[in-house]
Nanobody
Framework: VQLQASGGGLVQAGDSLRISCAAS????????MGWFRRTPGKEREFVAA????????FYADSVKGRFTISRDNPKNTLYLQMNRLKPEDTGVYYC??????????????????????WGQGTQVTVSS
């Protein structure tokens, strides 16, 4: 499946922003999906993930309570609503799809190597 992330931009600290990830076809509906980001000076890090059934979501501690991941399966689209943004949230955000399921996914959802399809990334810049 091909993924296309969009919606990034320049915002001020405290603002909100929603980024999206469109999948090329409906096969993504059975994939678990995640958002990762690459921030200045850091490796790619996990942000949030949602199971294909939408029953379970996962968040990094740094974004818990501020970010919300969601998906619209009929539209083959993944979202990340980001509220109360901080300058340290600045980075390139990537969406990704994982075909692995069950406990193997639940226990390792933050591992980039589980994800087989990646979008091109969208830049989010938060000014102080």
């Amino acid at each position: 499946v091909q993924l296309q992330a969009s919606g990034g931009g320049l915002v001020q600290a405290g603002d909100s922003l929603r980024i999206s990830c469109a999948a090329s076809d409906h096969t993504s509906r059975r994939n678990n999906m995640g958002w990762f980001r690459r921030t200045p000076g850091k490796e790619r890090e996990f942000v949030a993930a949602v199971r294909w059934s939408i029953t379970t979501t996962f968040y990094a501690d740094s974004v818990k309570g501020r970010f919300t991941i969601s998906r619209d399966n009929p539209k083959n689209t993944l979202y990340l609503q980001m509220n109360r943004l901080k300058p340290e949230d600045t980075g390139v955000y990537y969406c990704a799809a994982a075909t692995i399921n069950g406990p193997a996914y639940s226990n390792n959802h933050d591992d980039p190597s589980l994800y087989t399809s990646w979008g091109q990334g969208t830049q989010v810049t938060v000014s102080s």
